[in-house]
């Protein structure tokens, strides 16, 4: 058999796998609602009734099994990057169901993300150019920490966070099948996204499950991880800002959020319902159309990314369009919330 038809098929294979991997996702959801372990609602919540949790162990166990079957396809041996990721995601998505089952200070939720984005960190070197070691992996850590709340913090609305990872998913394998990436990154994006896109039905547009901590922390740290392998690619201009770009609308709702409750003393670990989304659907909006708006916002960062890595468009041009859409959308919500008797931030 020649090579162009060795690839072909494990190109097909690949396909195979993810359409598994989707319809595998899909029934342990189905199976994870029949556990019955409810999330009750509480002053902090949107929904008004008790729902299904756990959605996230469907993704997990696509996601560890699909990987490895993935680089197997291709003859990707597996290497230090790669199981550390894996042996942190096991880690970081054990740890987050037990806190699911049942809640933990949020003290010990940062001491277990901190220890996964280390692992992965480690396994991700040597660093970015030009920096020394030793800060190379405490930047890393901190991204992937930052990335790893990001998700969790917007993981309050059906279907948001869900969706806004597929479509990253979706972006940046797009952007390293362009740039010749190896499958050890864009092979990741799209097992990551089947394993996302099988739960997504059932989480929108009425949830009859949520993700929870144990789908919504490893989902960020696996897009923290993408981040960083973009970073380090060197067929892809400015890899290191592509990632926060797709995820600009995201990232802006929480460092936004994070700044004013700095800047009005209020506990910034502490669980709250002011993020800009939580805000805009207080307010009276409805819950779809504010998902909507986030799946379209992560379009948006993606477009930009690409004109980014196109060289179309020089980095600070780019965080500027995407700055202005974010602004635009704190005005419509800060509007809106002046609009809605006793209604605050």
């Given at each position: 058999?020649?090579?162009?038809?060795?690839?072909?098929?494990?190109?097909?294979?690949?396909?195979?796998?993810?359409?598994?991997?989707?319809t595998a996702a899909a029934l342990l959801s189905r199976r994870v609602i029949g556990l019955h372990v409810m999330d009750?609602?509480?002053?902090?919540?949107?929904?008004?009734?008790?729902?299904?949790?756990?959605?996230?162990?469907?993704?997990?166990?696509?996601?560890?099994?699909?990987?490895?079957?993935?680089?197997?396809?291709?003859?990707?041996?597996a290497g230090r990057a790669d199981i550390t990721l894996l042996v942190a995601t096991v880690w970081l998505g054990l740890?987050?169901?037990?806190?699911?089952?049942?809640?933990?200070?949020?003290?010990?939720?940062?001491?277990?993300?901190?220890?996964?984005?280390?692992?992965?960190?480690?396994?991700?070197?040597?660093?970015?150019?030009?920096?020394?070691?030793?800060?190379?992996?405490?930047?890393?850590?901190?991204?992937?920490?930052?990335?790893?709340?990001?998700?969790?913090?917007?993981?309050?609305?059906?279907?948001?966070?869900?969706?806004?990872?597929?479509?990253?998913?979706?972006?940046?394998?797009?952007?390293?099948?362009?740039?010749?990436?190896?499958?050890?990154?864009?092979?990741?994006?799209?097992?990551?996204?089947?394993?996302?896109?099988?739960?997504?039905?059932?989480?929108?547009?009425?949830?009859?499950?949520?993700?929870?901590?144990?789908?919504?922390?490893?989902?960020?740290?696996?897009?923290?991880?993408?981040?960083?392998?973009?970073?380090?690619?060197?067929?892809?201009?400015?890899?290191?800002?592509?990632?926060?770009?797709?995820?600009?609308?995201?990232?802006?709702?929480?460092?936004?959020?994070?700044?004013?409750?700095?800047?009005?003393?209020?506990?910034?670990?502490?669980?709250?319902?002011?993020?800009?989304?939580?805000?805009?659907?207080?307010?009276?909006?409805?819950?779809?159309?504010?998902?909507?708006?986030?799946?379209?916002?992560?379009?948006?960062?993606?477009?930009?990314?690409?004109?980014?890595?196109?060289?179309?468009?020089?980095?600070?041009?780019?965080?500027?369009?995407?700055?202005?859409?974010?602004?635009?959308?704190?005005?419509?919500?800060?509007?809106?919330?002046?609009?809605?008797?006793?209604?605050?931030?």
């Amino acid at each position: 058999m020649t090579s162009v038809h060795s690839s072909h098929g494990a190109v097909a294979l690949f396909g195979l796998l993810l359409l598994t991997g989707g319809t595998a996702a899909a029934l342990l959801s189905r199976r994870v609602i029949g556990l019955h372990v409810m999330d009750y609602p509480t002053g902090r919540s949107a929904h008004a009734r008790p729902v299904p949790k756990g959605g996230g162990l469907a993704i997990l166990a696509v996601f560890l099994v699909g990987l490895p079957l993935a680089e197997m396809i291709f003859h990707h041996a597996a290497g230090r990057a790669d199981i550390t990721l894996l042996v942190a995601t096991v880690w970081l998505g054990l740890f987050s169901w037990y806190d699911d089952m049942h809640p933990m200070p949020p003290a010990w939720k940062l001491a277990a993300q901190i220890a996964a984005a280390g692992l992965v960190a480690w396994g991700s070197m040597p660093s970015l150019p030009h920096i020394p070691a030793w800060s190379g992996l405490l930047l890393r850590m901190v991204l992937l920490v930052g990335l790893c709340n990001a998700l969790n913090f917007v993981d309050g609305l059906d279907g948001l966070a869900g969706g806004c990872t597929v479509l990253a998913c979706l972006a940046t394998a797009g952007l390293c099948l362009a740039a010749h990436g190896s499958v050890d990154i864009w092979a990741t994006a799209l097992v990551l996204a089947v394993a996302v896109g099988g739960f997504l039905p059932f989480n929108f547009p009425h949830a009859r499950l949520f993700m929870g901590d144990v789908g919504s922390q490893c989902c960020g740290l696996v897009l923290g991880t993408l981040g960083l392998r973009m970073a380090d690619m060197p067929h892809l201009p400015h890899g290191e800002i592509l990632m926060p770009l797709i995820l600009s609308g995201m990232l802006a709702d929480v460092a936004v959020t994070l700044l004013r409750r700095a800047m009005t003393g209020r506990p910034l670990m502490r669980a709250h319902r002011e993020h800009l989304y939580q805000m805009a659907h207080r307010s009276g909006m409805a819950a779809w159309r504010i998902t909507l708006l986030a799946w379209g916002a992560t379009l948006y960062g993606s477009l930009v990314a690409v004109a980014v890595a196109g060289t179309w468009m020089t980095p600070p041009v780019a965080l500027g369009l995407a700055g202005v859409v974010q602004l635009g959308w704190a005005v419509i919500v800060w509007r809106q919330v002046r609009r809605t008797p006793e209604l605050d931030w």
